[in-house]
């Protein structure tokens, strides 16, 4: 719950609820002789509170002093069945009391995760607030297991999709140095001599706005997929494009279509705009599976992501074409890895009015500290999305790099040789240690370690090395390994013999 917000305690229901087990599933519902008629659980888990006026609902399971809350979503809901959010915690353990504020702090990993997850259809509760004037006088059923209904007493600033999202979590950037940092997807090696040429030549007046419409780099951009530059719309990186992109497609209560699992931003982006996200899962080989209605529903938008991340293989490009041709609204292929790859969808966007692919200069083109991605579709699609993006959303001297690094396709063919050189490499050994290693397109593995992916992360970086770790049903058992320069990389095959040894050993 965000600051700003007061609750104040409406009703308890005494002993209403049978918390089940410790899954908190089930939940047979004993209703009480006071509020037996207005509280009953259904058999899918969800909650009804019947003419209730709750903002949120705590379960409150053991006390140890105070109550421990579990709420169930912002906004006034008077039926809270089937998709309401809402979680369990099964005590206080871990939970913070601020005397200085009020607010009473859980970290997400003193609740009860796995009822949370299938109570709330997937959801994660990370991080739960709540002032103490929601924590009422001493509980009417003397200690154990009620519900409590609060009541939202001051409004919140903001809207409450966005008090209620966890909001995008980065990849570690460290302050330090003399890390081999393999987490992010950026490229070891320096970019096009001629963007650091430029940034020392040139005198820059930066007392002027930049071009609205970024001329040159649309110019430059339209050479390198065989455009023209109104079909080029630049952004601020290319997340900066897919938010523009949902911003204008995707209205409050639509559905973003995005594949499961791939990147972690799009589910952020469809909350931010109040729309729903309709997750396509790859198939068991992490393909793109054929198009089908039911794949997704009412979607406005498909984000399609090729080569996908974190799995790093590129999508079948006539199933591409297959999901642009039979999906209605604009199919968004995210190629910010496509340079490392021998194929792309740069050609549907010709044949196909409503595909969409964007790029970024993040990865191959060694500029993920400049942020410039860009869109190429149709001119009649760009200049719609061209009328949502902030009038100066790319500064000048991005500008001017990004033009430098898009016309030096030298370099970046130089570069990308030797990325995928070592990412060669790297699949061999890693496959020789024993470890499963999914076929990369990208500029990172997605590999399974012969045993516990955290483990193995975490033995990484006690030797200073760091990767990715994406939790999840699909992902969890993987780390995905950027690829780094030839020595970095040579670290860390040496380190994963040495942990794997350790484990032999021990
Ligand atoms: C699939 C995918 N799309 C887009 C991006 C964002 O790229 P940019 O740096 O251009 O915002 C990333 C970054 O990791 C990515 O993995």
């Given at each position: 719950m965000a600051d700003g917000v007061l609750w104040e305690h409406q009703f308890s229901l005494p002993c209403a609820v049978e918390l089940a087990d410790d899954q908190g599933v089930g939940l047979p519902c004993r209703g009480t002789k006071d509020y037996g008629a207005i509280m009953e659980l259904n058999q899918m888990g969800g909650l009804n509170l019947g003419h209730t006026l709750a903002d949120f609902v705590c379960f409150c399971d053991f006390f140890r002093g105070h109550e421990a809350f579990v709420p169930v979503g912002g906004g006034a809901r008077a039926n809270l069945a089937d998709n309401a959010p809402y979680a369990f915690t099964d005590g206080f353990d871990g939970s913070i009391f601020n005397p200085a504020n009020d607010w009473l702090e859980f970290p997400g990993r003193s609740i009860h995760q796995k009822a949370a997850q299938e109570q709330n259809k997937g959801g994660q509760v990370q991080h739960l607030q709540y002032h103490r004037s929601a924590m009422c006088d001493p509980s009417p059923v003397g200690g154990r297991r009620c519900v409590l209904c609060f009541r939202r007493v001051q409004m919140s600033y903001f809207r409450s999709t966005v008090e209620e999202m966890a909001g995008y979590v980065p990849g570690e950037q460290?302050?330090?140095?003399?890390?081999?940092?393999l987490n992010t997807n950026e490229n070891p090696y320096p970019p096009s001599p001629d963007v650091l040429a430029i940034l020392q030549k040139n005198k820059w007046f930066l007392n002027r706005y930049p071009d609205p419409s970024a001329r040159l780099v649309r110019e430059a951009a339209a050479e390198v997929v065989g455009g023209e530059p109104d079909e080029i719309l630049v952004g601020n990186?290319?997340?900066?494009?897919?938010t523009i992109l949902i911003r204008?497609?995707?209205?409050?209560?639509?559905?973003?279509?995005?594949?499961?699992?791939?990147?972690?931003?799009?589910?952020?982006?469809?909350?931010?705009?109040?729309?729903?996200?309709?997750?396509?899962?790859?198939?068991?080989?992490?393909?793109?599976?054929?198009?089908?209605?039911?794949?997704v529903g009412r979607a406005s938008l498909v984000v399609l992501t090729s080569p996908n991340a974190p799995i790093g293989a590129s999508l079948d490009h006539e199933r591409i074409a297959e999901w642009c041709r039979e999906f209605d609204g604009l199919v968004v292929v995210d190629e910010a890895y496509a340079d490392f790859a021998d194929v792309n969808a740069t050609g549907l966007v010709r044949t196909h009015l409503n595909c969409v692919v964007t790029r970024t200069l993040s990865k191959a083109y060694s500029l993920a500290g400049i942020r410039l991605g860009y869109a190429y579709a149709a001119a009649s699609v760009i200049r719609q999305l061209a009328k949502v993006k902030d009038s100066y959303n790319v500064n000048a001297i991005t500008q001017a790099l990004a033009v430098a690094a898009l016309r030096d396709q030298k370099t970046l063919a130089e570069?990308?040789?030797?990325?995928?050189?070592?990412?060669?490499?790297?699949?061999?050994?890693?496959?020789?240690?024993?470890?499963?290693?999914?076929k990369?397109?990208?500029?990172?593995?997605?590999?399974?370690?012969?045993?516990?992916?955290?483990?193995?992360?975490?033995?990484l970086r006690d030797a200073a090395i760091i990767v990715r770790h994406f939790p999840g049903f699909i992902t969890g058992a993987f780390v995905r390994i950027s690829i780094g320069t030839d020595a970095e990389i040579d670290r860390l095959i040496e380190v994963s013999e040495s942990i794997l040894k350790e484990r032999h050993g021990a």
């Open positions: 460290p302050a330090v140095a003399n890390i081999v940092k990186g290319s997340d900066d494009i897919l204008a497609c995707v209205d409050q209560g639509d559905v973003v279509a995005c594949l499961e699992p791939s990147y972690s931003l799009y589910p952020v982006l469809a909350q931010i705009q109040g729309s729903c996200l309709q997750r396509i899962p790859v198939e068991e080989d992490f393909s793109l599976p054929k198009f089908r209605p039911d794949l570069n990308v040789g030797r990325v995928r050189e070592t990412r060669e490499r790297l699949t061999q050994s890693l496959r020789e240690l024993g470890f499963a290693v999914l990369s397109d990208a500029n990172f593995l997605f590999v399974k370690p012969p045993f516990e992916a955290l483990e193995y992360c975490a033995g």
